[in-house]
T-cell receptor
Framework: AQRVTQPEKLLSVFKGAPVELKCNYS??????LFWYVQYSRQRLQLLLR??SRESIKGFTADLNKGETSFHLKKPFAQEEDSAMYYC???????????FGTGTRLLVSP | EAQVTQNPRYLITVTGKKLTVTCSQN?????MSWYRQDPGLGLRQIYY???????DKGDVPEGYKVSRKEKRNFPLILESPSPNQTSLYFC?????????????FGPGTRLTVT
């Protein structure tokens, strides 16, 4: 069965500090992994997907199949990064997404 | 503008009174899905549809119904709402096929059942 674990409910950092939001998954096949973000009073939106290997708003995430992890990182957090972050897994060739329980990131000035 | 719309955005109702939450997308997406978002539980899938007239249960389908008569619309029906269905509901859509497709989410519908 597919499962996504985000161990931290809340991550609180100061502006300029590095950020790492943890995500671990369990899936027997070859997963597609995503990070979605929800800013206050806004709809959920895609932040990045692992196949793109891109950096969005300074965030990056590397898929580590050995550790079954897809942690989200940013070297210098900004106040506007404060939001709810969800890690999600999609099985190959199918659109069903399984979400983690989310991590609230709070960046203080 | 490409978007997913939901109506109503807010709804307060009483136990047992049937309601429908509409969802519409203008991106010609085959796939549509409903999720509920609850504190500490994240987003859980209720029902999804791979195309017109094709629907299937997600992880928490009890107490809900859906239909997909047209490609753009995917209404969520609560025949007899109960207080445990008080939640924030999101509709989403995406393209289908091999690949990591982005899901586009609606603005959410906050439902309170008293």
């Amino acid at each position: 069965a597919q499962r996504v674990t985000q161990p931290e409910k809340l991550l609180s950092v100061f502006k300029g500090a590095p950020v790492e939001l943890k995500c671990n998954y369990s899936y027997s096949g070859s997963p597609e992994l995503f990070w979605y973000v929800q800013y206050s009073r806004q709809r959920l939106q895609l932040l990045l997907r692992h196949i793109s290997r891109e950096s969005i708003k300074g965030f990056t995430a590397d898929l580590n199949k050995g550790e079954t992890s897809f942690h989200l990182k940013k070297p210098f957090a900004q106040e506007e990064d404060s939001a709810m972050y969800y890690c999600a897994l999609q099985n190959t060739g199918f659109q069903k997404l399984v979400f983690g329980t989310g991590t609230r990131l709070l960046v203080s000035p | 503008e490409a978007q997913v719309t939901q109506n109503p955005r807010y709804l307060i109702t009483v136990t047992g009174k049937k309601l429908t939450v509409t969802c519409s997308q203008n991106m010609n997406h085959e796939y549509m899905s409903w999720y509920r978002q609850d504190p500490g539980l994240g987003l859980r899938q209720i029902y999804y549809s791979m195309n017109v007239e094709v629907t299937d249960k997600g992880d928490v389908p009890e107490g809900y119904k859906v239909s997909r008569k047209e490609k753009r619309n995917f209404p969520l029906i609560l025949e007899s709402p109960s207080p445990n269905q008080t939640s924030l509901y999101f509709c989403a859509s995406s393209s289908t096929g091999l690949g990591a497709y982005e899901q586009y989410f609606g603005p959410g519908t906050r439902l309170t059942v008293t």
